[in-house]
């Protein structure tokens, strides 16, 4: 089994809508949590650090279920430009400190 | 507006040469990473520094791979002799760890390699 692990969709969403999906990890010591976004043939870019009390930024809003142990990632009002695919991390509590393991992630498409 | 930088953006090259690719990491930043990315295994890391010394190199491929930080404003991935299995976009990205604070990891815009 994947240390982390996600949904690689598509998610096809009518502009407007919203969406959800998950990235469950298997390590129950990880420690930090975030969402990057990538675009096709670039690079991954940060979009959000999840936090404990689950945390919001505009249309996105990131939450952490510790004791299911998932993360996830809502969309709202989405918007043509937010295609691309998602990615999460996970850092660990081990000796490997810091070390980020990344999801294949979820591929998102807004259609018109 | 800090940024990691990447040279060579893009490397064709033929079997058994050998290829260097070049970071610089965001000034202050004490983590470099390295990763690989295909469309078969998504992000791979390879190798990583904290403040130069390296970590953990375990997903590196050994007999061919390397990677140093010469300073603390660059750091290199080699590999020789290059396979064409080789072939992968490359990324660094660099991040700070302080105090057992959370932090961030930014990337690089990648080298993209192809090997023939």
């Known amino acids: 089994r994947k240390e982390v692990e996600q949904d690689p969709g598509p998610f096809n969403v009518p502009e407007g809508a919203t969406v959800a999906f998950n990235c469950t990890y298997s390590?129950?010591?990880?420690?930090?949590f975030f969402w990057y976004r990538q675009d096709c043939r670039k690079e991954p870019k940060l979009l959000m650090s999840?936090?404990?009390s689950g945390n919001e930024d505009g249309r996105f809003t990131a939450q952490l279920n510790r004791a299911s142990q998932y993360i996830s990632l809502l969309i709202r009002d989405s918007k043509l430009s937010d295609s691309a695919t998602y990615l999460c991390?996970?850092?660990?509590?081990?000796?490997?400190?810091?070390?980020?393991?990344f999801g294949a992630g979820t591929q998102v498409v807004v259609t018109p | 507006d800090a940024r990691v930088t990447q040279t060579p953006r893009h490397k064709v090259t033929e079997m058994g040469q050998e290829v260097t690719m070049r970071c610089q990491p965001i000034?202050?930043?004490?983590?470099v990473f390295w990763y690989r990315q295909t469309m078969m295994q998504g992000l791979e890391l390879l190798a990583y520094?904290?403040?130069?010394?390296?970590?953990?190199d375990s997903g590196m491929p050994k007999d061919r791979f390397s990677a140093e930080m010469p300073d603390a404003t660059l750091a290199t991935l080699k590999i020789q002799p290059s396979e064409p299995r080789d072939s992968a976009v490359y990324f660094c990205?660099?991040?700070?760890?302080?105090?057992?604070?959370?932090?961030?990891?930014?990337f690089g815009p990648g080298t993209r390699l192809t090997v023939t």
């Open positions: 991390a996970v850092t660990m509590t081990t000796d490997s400190w810091g070390k980020f393991q």
């Open positions: 390590n129950s010591a990880s420690q930090s």
């Open positions: 990205a660099s991040g700070l760890l302080a105090g057992g604070a959370i932090y961030e990891q930014y």
């Open positions: 999840v936090y404990s």
């Open positions: 000034l202050g930043h004490n983590t």
């Open positions: 520094f904290r403040n130069r010394a390296p970590l953990d």
